[in-house]
């Protein structure tokens, strides 16, 4: 059965997009079939993985055609996604920033990805498909957690990351989604960015309290992730050392959780 996760954080800045690129790539260097859908207008998970649909396409219609957004209109299908580091991505464009608008003048149209995934999910052709949707709980964030099975927090160890996670949790939990997506679930939360710091280790305390479990730590590396995104290339084929093991660890964790 295809498991649909959302990778969210309303706060930008904690490694959101990295997290859904990077274990992407660690569950298909195992074989598993994976989708990557960029739900971000800004476009950060498809350029760090070396597609930027705007350069490549000079009108606007032609790069909206290639993300999400016509299925989301319902004016068409999901486009055929490319093969990116031996997983398949649906890349975003600046042009779905226009989407949220049209979202809320039609506001049945929140449940368009959902619907669009309902027939990719039956045809059987990806174990995982994993969101990046934009930092924010507008109409575009609600949209990529109604269409999924789950929610994946990245939280880096500071009062930001730790504020933003605790609140989606919240309104995961309270029913806010779920009364349009009742099976959505919050997946123990990635640790980002940790720095080696006594506030550091103090925020993880707290995190291990608010959520009871993490999915693995990802420590501050200043040069290596910084270079995956100026490569497009995902830490798990770029670094063959910690930062590698990291992200394995943490997609071993995160196939634990889901089974």
Avoid: C, W
């Avoid at 739900?39 to 000079?58: N, P, R």
């Avoid at 319902?74 to 975003?92: D, H, N, Q």
């Amino acid at each position: 059965m295809t498991l649909i996760t959302t990778v969210h954080s309303y706060a930008g800045g904690v490694a959101k997009s990295a997290t859904a690129r990077d274990l992407s790539a660690a569950l298909a260097i195992q074989g598993y079939q994976v989708l990557l859908i960029d739900a971000d207008h800004q476009a950060d998970l498809s350029v760090s993985l070396g597609v930027d649909i705007d350069e490549e396409f000079v009108q606007a219609d032609d790069s909206f055609a290639h993300t999400i957004g016509p299925a989301v209109l319902g004016t068409g299908s999901l486009p055929t996604p490319r093969r990116v580091f031996e997983m398949a991505l649906i890349p975003s464009s600046i042009t779905l920033y226009n989407l949220e608008k049209e979202i809320k003048s039609d506001v049945s149209m929140v449940l368009g990805l959902r619907y669009a995934l309902d027939e990719v999910r039956a045809s059987g052709a990806y174990d995982f498909i994993f969101i990046d949707t934009n930092p924010t709980l507008g109409d575009m964030a609600t949209l990529a957690l109604l269409a999924a099975d789950q929610v994946l927090l990245p939280v880096p160890p500071n009062r930001k990351g730790l504020r933003a996670a605790t609140f989606i949790k919240s309104r995961v939990e309270k029913g806010h989604y779920q009364r349009l997506n009742p099976q959505l679930q919050v997946l123990p939360p990635v640790v980002t960015q940790t720095p080696n710091t006594t506030l550091a280790r103090n925020y993880l305390r707290e995190i291990d309290e608010v959520f009871g479990e993490t999915l693995g730590v990802i420590k501050q590396r200043p040069g290596l992730y910084p270079m995956a995104m100026e490569r497009g290339i995902p830490v798990p084929h770029l670094d063959q050392g910690e930062g590698r093991a990291e992200v394995m660890t943490v997609a071993q964790a995160f196939l634990k959780a889901v089974r």
